[in-house]
């Protein structure tokens, strides 16, 4: 013990003997270099291997580039000190070769404008390559070339002509629109136990519906009659659709497709085990299921048509909407909330009106659907 706390005081007189000719610029080179080394044995306690990143090597050869050779061997780095130098020398040859090397130019960068251009272009126009859209701009005035068309499509992740014009059964709802119903049949029991059967058309431009009636037994006639009534009634409102989206279900006669055809509306099927081909409709079979025949005990058809008959009212004239707008002036816009029946009003604006609202509640079916208005 005592040989050994001898040892360590000879060496350490030793050691500061040699610092003693030193600089305290050096010292605190020194001292800024075991730190820094300290910080990186500290990132890496994991036992694996000792790895300098960028800024480490740069921080270094900084710091020690300005030391002499003997100095330097002195130190106790974790790297070797030709490897101090090496990092040192390669730092400053990237540092001129980036002065010496001259600016890429290359191709000036696409301004916003034109690229957003090429972006509508392609958007309005789904059957327009990208050469068709280059000449479409050389109309206009606008020099580019068609690689730049190109690789603005590419980047944007737009497909070429050929996969854009492909119609799909969405993009021909959304088109036609205004020109489609859908019909369904859903299903509903009372609380004897019998199965009612419900037939209602949706408009899909509005969402306007309509309930043609509630039977226990919907035979080939009552269908048919449905089906004349729905064509008087789409006569006397000017209603101008053309097709009519079912499903293949063996309740719909043949002579339900005639009557509509001499309407001159066209029954369209929808595929197989396929209710996506008919989504409007069967979104509001949910919609009437959760907001009134899963909240409603039903005592028999007549109760049940008359629940019908003031959720047809409460649905068409009251009750907001979501959805994709097709209306073909304002295609890019939801429906809103607006109602089929009731245009919306005008926003409030007025500051005093905003902070004395006065909403009253209307209860339909018993309190079962709820609608608010303001006081009169």
């Known amino acids: 013990m005592v040989l050994r706390l001898t040892y360590l005081g000879v060496t350490n007189v030793f050691a500061l003997l040699r610092l003693l000719p030193r600089s305290d610029r050096d010292k605190d080179v020194e001292i800024l270099t075991l ?8 990132r890496q306690l994991d036992g694996q291997r000792i790895r300098f ?13 300005a030391l002499p050779r003997p100095t330097l ?33 290359g191709r000036p960068r696409t301004v916003r404008s ?14 327009w390559g990208y050469r068709r859209i280059h000449g479409e701009l050389v109309v206009l005035g606008v020099t580019i070339a068609p690689s730049t068309v190109w690789e603005i499509l590419h980047q944007a992740g737009i497909d070429p002509a050929p996969a854009r014009t492909a119609t799909t059964w969405a ?13 369904d049949f859903l299903e509903t029991q009372t609380l004897t136990g019998t199965r009612l ?41 000017g209603s101008t659709a053309w097709y009519l989206i079912r499903d293949r279900d063996g309740k719909y006669p043949a002579l339900f497709d005639a009557i509509l055809a001499d309407a001159g509306i066209t029954v369209v099927l929808s595929g197989v085990r396929a209710p996506r081909m008919n989504t409007i409709m069967e979104r509001w079979v949910r919609t009437c299921r959760r907001e009134l025949l899963d909240r409603t005990l039903i005592y028999n058809q007549r109760h049940l048509l008359h629940a019908l ?60 659907l709820h609608e608010y208005e303001h006081a009169a």
């Not at 070769?97 to 600016?103: N, W």
């Not at 306007?208 to 729905?230: C, D, E, F, S």
């Open 35 to 42: 730190r820094h080394q300290i910080a990186v044995l500290q």
């Open 197 to 237: 059967y419900i037939l209602a058309v949706i408009e899909h431009a509005t969402r306007r519906i309509r309930i043609q009636g509630a039977t226990a037994h919907p035979t080939a006639a009552w269908v048919t009659q449905a089906a004349r009534n729905l064509a008087m009634d789409l006569h006397d409102a």
């Open 73 to 105: 061997r002195g130190l106790h780095l974790l790297a070797r000190p030709e490897t101090v130098l090496r990092w040192h020398r390669n730092l400053i040859a990237r540092h001129h070769a980036a002065i010496s090397r001259p600016q890429r130019r």
């Open 114 to 127: 034109i690229r957003a251009l090429v972006l509508r272009l392609a958007r309005e126009n789904t059957g």
């Open 309 to 368: 008959r003031a959720y047809e009212a409460f649905y068409n004239t009251h009750r907001p909407h979501q959805g994709i707008a097709y209306n073909t002036h304002r295609p890019h816009q939801g429906i809103a909330n607006a109602r089929p029946l009731n245009p919306l009003p005008e926003p409030i604006t007025d500051p005093d009106r905003l902070t004395h609202l006065d909403i009253r509640r209307r209860d339909r079916l018993a309190g079962i």
């Open 53 to 65: 990143q960028p800024t480490d090597r740069a921080l270094l050869a900084a710091l020690l580039h």
């Open 171 to 183: 993009d021909f709802l959304r088109s036609q629109a205004n020109a489609i119903l859908a019909v």
